[in-house]
C-alpha cells in the first residue's frame, strides 16, 4: 500500500485506519483486480474534513455479483450508517457514510474503462497486474474548463437564477427565493476565485476554493442576506439588487480581463418541471443524509456561500418531503413547497426565518434550524411511504455538524 503524505492526517486517525481495512478487506477479494485512493488522500492535502475516495477494478463479469454483495463488503471493512449507489459515467458509484463518522466514495470501474480521461490523481493500494500503468498513460487533468468557458456558464446561469428569483418573490416562495439567492451568491463565489486564481476556477469542490480565498474573502458576499423583507415569510423585492450588486463588480472585472459580459437582467423562467414520484423525493432526502457531512468541509474551510447553497436546497428537499408526509403516494409537483399546509409551512418559514441578520451566523442559523425541520419531515414521510427513516445516520451527522461548528444549539 502507497499513500502519499498527509501531514494533515494523524498517523493512526480515522482516515488511515480506514483506508487500511479496506486495503485488507478488498485485496482478499479475488474479484477486485486493484485498487487506487483517489481526491486529496492520494494528492497529500487530505485533512479531518476530507472524505475517503477509492476506485477499484473489478471485471466486467464479476462486476454483477459483486455489486449484488456490496452492503456485505462495506459491512466488513467498518460499520455502515447509511449508503446509496448509483451509476456514473459507465461506473458504479457507491456513496457511504461509516460509523466515525466518514465519508467515502467507491467507484467501481471496469480494467477495460482505465484509459478514460481522469479529473483527479490516484495512489496505488494494491494493483498486483499492474492495471496502474494504464490509469498513467491518460495524463490526469485537473480542470477541463477555461476560464471563458467557465465565464460562459456564467454568463447564461446569472441571469436565469435572478429570473428564479424574481419569479419566488411574486410567488411569495421564501423556499425557492433563498435557493436562488444561494445560487446567485455561488456565482459570485466562482467568479471572485476565477480571478484570483484561474487555475483553480475549474476544480470541484470546496477545498480547491479554500485554496485560493480566505474566509475573509467569501463573508462579505452574504452582506444580501440581511436585505429580506420584514413582512417575514414573504421576501420583498428589495432583496434582488443587493444580491445582483455583489454579482455586479466582480462580473465586470471579469468581462475587463476575458471580454465576456455575465448579464444581471433578470430572465424569466421557463414552465415549472415535471412532478416527481412520491418515493423518489423520500429515496433523495435519504441520499442526502449520506452526503450531509459536507456541510462541516464548506463552513470549516470558510465557504460559507456553498454551507447556504446545501442548505437552500435541503430546505427545499425538506419542503417536498413535507408534502409527502401530508400527500402520501401523490406526485410531488415543482411548486410543492409553496402548496403544504399551514403547521408546515411555518416550520420552514421559521427555519430560514434568520437570513433577515445576515452574515456566517444567519447561515449557521439556518443549517440548524432547517436539519431540525428535515430530520422532521423525513421522518414523516418515510413513515407514511413504509420506508425505512435512518435514523443513527441522522443522529450521528447531526451530532458530527455539531461538534464541526455547523450548528448553533443542540437539534435534540
Not at 456485505?72 to 460499520?79: M, S
Not at 439556518?366 to 428535515?374: D, E, Q, S
Given at each position: 500500500m502507497s499513500l502519499p503524505t498527509n501531514p494533515d492526517l494523524a498517523p493512526d486517525g480515522l482516515h488511515l485506519r480506514f483506508v487500511e481495512s479496506a486495503h485488507r478487506v478488498l485485496s482478499r477479494d479475488p474479484r477486485v483486480r486493484a485498487l487506487w485512493a483517489g481526491g486529496s488522500l492520494a494528492d497529500g492535502t487530505a485533512d479531518r474534513w476530507s472524505d475517503v475516495d477509492l476506485r477499484l477494478a473489478v471485471a466486467d463479469d464479476d462486476r454483477p455479483a459483486f455489486m449484488a454483495g456490496?452492503?456485505?463488503?462495506?459491512?466488513?471493512?467498518?460499520?455502515i450508517l447509511g449508503w446509496r449507489m448509483r451509476s456514473m459515467r459507465g461506473d458504479d458509484l457507491v456513496v457511504v457514510t461509516f460509523e466515525g463518522p466518514l465519508r467515502a466514495d467507491f467507484v467501481v470501474t471496469s480494467p477495460n474503462s482505465l484509459d478514460r480521461q481522469r479529473y483527479e490523481p490516484v495512489a496505488p493500494l494494491f494493483d498486483p497486474l499492474g492495471l496502474g500503468a494504464r490509469l498513467h498513460q491518460t495524463p490526469y487533468r485537473p480542470s477541463r474548463r477555461t476560464p471563458r468557458e467557465l465565464l460562459e456558464r456564467e454568463a447564461a446561469q446569472v441571469p436565469a437564477e435572478a429570473g428564479r428569483l424574481q419569479r419566488a418573490i411574486e410567488r411569495s416562495s421564501i423556499v425557492a427565493a433563498m435557493q436562488a439567492q444561494a445560487n446567485l451568491l455561488e456565482s459570485a463565489q466562482r467568479l471572485l476565485l476565477l480571478l484570483r486564481d484561474p487555475n483553480a476556477a475549474g476544480l470541484l469542490g470546496p477545498k480547491h476554493a479554500a485554496d485560493a480565498l480566505t474566509a475573509a474573502d467569501i463573508e462579505p458576499l452574504l452582506a444580501p442576506l440581511g436585505v429580506w423583507s420584514n413582512n417575514w415569510p414573504n421576501p420583498g423585492m428589495d432583496s434582488i439588487q443587493p444580491t445582483l450588486d455583489v454579482v455586479r463588480p466582480l462580473a465586470a472585472e471579469a468581462e475587463a480581463r476575458y471580454g465576456i459580459a455575465v448579464p444581471l437582467q433578470p430572465v424569466p423562467p421557463g414552465a415549472d418541471s415535471d412532478a416527481r414520484p412520491a418515493r423518489q423525493v423520500g429515496e433523495a432526502g435519504c441520499f442526502l443524509l449520506v452526503h450531509a457531512m459536507v456541510g462541516a468541509t464548506y463552513y470549516n474551510r470558510g465557504m460559507y456561500t456553498g454551507l447556504l447553497w446545501g442548505y437552500a436546497g435541503a430546505a427545499r428537499l425538506a419542503?417536498?418531503?413535507?408534502?409527502?408526509?401530508?400527500?402520501g403516494d401523490a406526485p410531488v409537483p415543482a411548486d410543492a413547497p409553496d402548496r403544504f399546509s399551514g403547521s408546515d409551512a411555518a416550520v420552514i418559514a421559521s427555519a430560514l426565518r434568520p437570513l433577515a441578520t445576515g452574515g456566517v451566523l444567519g447561515v449557521r442559523r439556518?443549517?440548524?434550524?432547517?436539519?431540525?425541520?428535515?430530520s422532521h419531515f423525513l421522518e414523516r414521510a418515510c413513515a407514511r411511504l413504509d420506508m425505512e427513516y435512518p435514523a443513527r445516520l441522522d443522529l450521528s451527522v447531526s451530532d458530527y455538524l455539531l461538534r464541526e461548528g455547523v450548528f448553533v444549539g443542540d437539534l435534540h
Open positions: 456490496i452492503e456485505d463488503t462495506l459491512q466488513a471493512i467498518c460499520p419542503a417536498e418531503l413535507a408534502y409527502v408526509a401530508s400527500r439556518v443549517a440548524t434550524r432547517v436539519a431540525a425541520a428535515y
